[in-house]
């Protein structure tokens, strides 16, 4: 099938282009900031046009996914309107970071998630014998 020629997907892809300049103003290029303190790493994400209701994060394994559907996007008049993903970033979680306490906190137009790392364990490094049978 030839896109081209598929005018409803057509059709849907410029109502969100259209939904996307008029929105808020427009929108503006999300950015990302990673920084590390002595307890955790931090990812800043800024993204001025979108609101905190917007963003989702979703944790599977070791993969954090951090994407945004603009908000209203579902009271859109053409229920058949092909929704696609604002931004959408997937990251690697480092063995090292204690996944059950990773937290996420939207202040100042600014999304940081917090991704803590594991307490030290007694060891964590050592030798392991050789069991001979």
Do not use: C, W
């Amino acid at each position: 099938m030839n896109l081209l020629e598929n005018r409803e997907l057509l059709r849907g892809l410029l109502k969100q282009t259209d939904y996307l300049n008029t929105a808020n103003g427009g929108t503006s290029m999300t950015s990302f900031e990673f920084s590390k303190t002595d307890f955790n790493f931090v990812i800043t994400i800024k993204s001025p046009s979108v609101s905190a209701e917007a963003f989702h994060i979703m944790l599977d394994f070791n993969q954090l996914t951090v994407y945004t559907v603009l908000e209203g996007f579902d009271d859109y008049e053409d229920e058949d309107l092909v929704k696609i993903p604002l931004f959408i970033r997937t990251f690697e979680v480092p063995s090292f970071v204690d996944i059950e306490n990773i937290e996420a906190v939207y202040e100042n137009e600014e999304l940081n998630i917090l991704l803590p790392f594991k307490s030290p364990q007694e060891n964590a490094h050592r030798m392991i014998d050789i069991k001979f049978r």
